[in-house]
């Protein structure tokens, strides 16, 4: 992701760095890379293909998921690749999608969390307004994407690539070389960073207060203790991925606001190692988030089972595989086990009456119940 112009007045490949310290960035950049794109192809799956997971919340952690892993598919090690060399192999067409779509991403990402906040907001404050339906979830994805091209598009219309005589680059060529790139990353720091964070911290914060503080508004007092556990873990868990998000991003940004105000720190000497440190750990912040719902939630949890149950240390019970069951199917699974039961003892108190006037009838039912248990234990 560059926000800043390369100086194409260097005609020397600065970047040049020896052999092991590149093999030992590859191998950091690489998981980087594997666990986010394999754990968030996981969690798309499970979502999508359990009728169970299909609520508004997971709807946004879907979209979350596809979020990060495109941008670690498409631009982790190509980010990796340039910064570590400094010389650009990819063509003209995708510098500009290199500098585009991770702006895109990133703010996909975090205003999806942030939908995901406003609406555990409204579900624990304010229980007795409708829910959102799946169109409009659907919609506010739309326009959560409309908005984040909006805002990466500059990067895409001025990026450019240029051939040097030793080494090639791309670079966002903006009008005012100076004043632009840094008043533009000052607002995609605003919009993609500070914004966003201050609206999920005070929304986290009424809903922390509430969940853990007072009584849940709406709750019936039959199970009003089972859901406020449900409600907390999910609060808790949201909370633990905007938290870390926060954290990936914050050296990040402020690495190309101090860079940018202090333009001679550009040419320190180990300006690369800090930027590929800062770069890597953003860069984490994608595969960061299964790792979480695959500890936090006991439904993702079972998910993750059932695609590593190959592996020996890896056991599926029977638990895992109901928690990712239709809903809709429970209660008449629970239903019929009750229906069972009260026929069960109603032919018990038949039988008993049935004993009391015709005892023969009883010696009967007992040899027919014992050739079925016979039987039954034969076909086990």
Not at 52 to 63: H, K, P, S
Not at 285 to 291: E, F, G, L
Request: aromatic share 14%.
């Amino acid at each position: 992701m560059a926000f800043s112009s390369n100086s194409s007045s260097n005609l020397t490949n600065q970047f040049a760095q020896p052999a092991w310290r590149v093999a030992l960035w590859s191998v950091a950049y690489s998981t980087v890379l594997a666990v986010a794109v394999f754990g968030n192809v996981i969690v798309i799956w499970i979502i999508l293909a359990h009728k169970r997971m299909r609520t508004v919340t997971n709807y946004f952690l879907l979209n979350l998921a596809f979020s990060d892993v495109s941008m670690a598919a498409f631009n982790t090690l190509i980010n990796f690749v340039y910064a570590a060399h400094g010389d650009w192999y990819f063509g003209e067409v995708y510098c500009r999608f290199h500098n585009f779509f991770p702006v895109t991403a990133v703010f996909a990402s975090i205003y999806s969390m942030t939908a995901i906040a406003i609406d555990r907001y409204m579900a624990i404050i304010h229980p007795l307004k409708p829910r959102l339906s799946a169109k409009a979830t659907t919609g506010i994805i739309v326009v959560i994407w409309s908005l984040a091209v909006a805002l990466a598009f500059p990067l895409c219309f001025y990026s450019t690539v240029k051939v040097l005589p030793r080494r090639t680059i791309c670079y966002v060529a903006w009008p005012r070389k100076v004043a632009d790139p840094f008043m533009y990353h000052i607002i995609v720091t605003v919009l993609v960073y500070a914004l966003p964070l201050v609206i999920m911290a005070i929304t986290y914060t009424i809903v922390g207060v509430t969940l853990w503080g007072g009584a849940v508004p709406g709750d019936s007092a039959d199970n009003y203790h089972g859901q406020l556990r449900a409600k907390r873990k999910v609060v808790k868990m949201m909370i633990i991925v905007v938290v870390t998000f926060a954290l990936c991003w914050l050296p990040y940004h402020v690495y190309f606001i101090v860079t940018g105000l202090n333009k001679d720190l550009s040419k320190w000497k180990y300006i690369q190692q800090v930027y590929l440190s800062v770069l890597w750990l953003a860069m984490s912040s994608t595969m960061y988030n299964p790792i979480i719902y695959c500890c936090l939630n006991s439904r993702f949890r079972a998910g993750f089972k059932r695609v590593f149950r190959w592996c020996p240390f890896i056991h599926s019970s029977s638990y895992d595989e109901l928690e990712l069951q239709n809903r809709g199917l429970r209660p008449g699974y629970q239903s019929s086990m009750c229906t069972s039961i009260l026929s069960k003892d109603k032919s018990s108190t038949s039988l008993s009456r049935a004993s009391l006037a015709h005892p023969s009838y009883m010696s009967s039912t007992a040899s027919g119940a014992m050739s079925k248990g016979v039987s039954a234990a034969a076909l086990q």
